[in-house]
Nanobody
Framework: EVQLVESGGGMVQPGGSLRLSCEAS????????MSWVRRAPGKGLEWVST????????IYADSFEGRFTISRDNAKYTLYLQMNNLTTEDTAVYFC?????????????????????????WGQGTQVTVFS
């Protein structure tokens, strides 16, 4: 059974940090590019960041460059998102997704909201709440 399980969400004040994790099982984790995607209240799925299979290529949406860091440990079948200097605008449910950078590249340019069809596997999400 394929599973992606996010953890690490919680409540934090503006300026704080959180580290999200996404543990994969049931498929060859190292064979998939991985992304973090989020859904803020009342909004669609917004792409945050993508990392390639080997962890060498990391791409960020403009809003997160310099504040968020994506990484992965293929030996542990785990994807991470270090989030620093959080603001209330970062309040959202954060999802990890497995798929292909080649498919995702046009989405990064157009910035259209993602759908469930845009990735092969999805986690259930973890809530991040930034409150002042």
């Amino acid at each position: 059974e394929v599973q992606l399980v996010e953890s690490g969400g919680g409540m934090v004040q503006p300026g704080g940090s959180l580290r999200l994790s996404c543990e994969a099982s049931g498929f060859t984790f190292s064979g998939y590019d991985m992304s973090w995607v989020r859904r803020a209240p009342g909004k669609g799925l917004e792409w945050v960041s993508t990392i390639d299979t080997g962890g060498n290529m990391k791409i960020y949406a403009d809003s997160f460059e310099g504040r968020f860091t994506i990484s992965r440990d293929n030996a542990k079948y785990t994807l991470y998102l270090q989030m620093n200097n959080l603001t209330t605008e970062d309040t959202a449910v954060y999802f990890c997704a497995a798929g292909s950078i080649n498919y995702w590249r046009p989405l990064m340019s157009t910035k259209r909201p993602w759908t469930r069809d845009d990735a092969g596997y999805w986690g259930q999400g973890t809530q991040v709440t930034v409150f002042s």
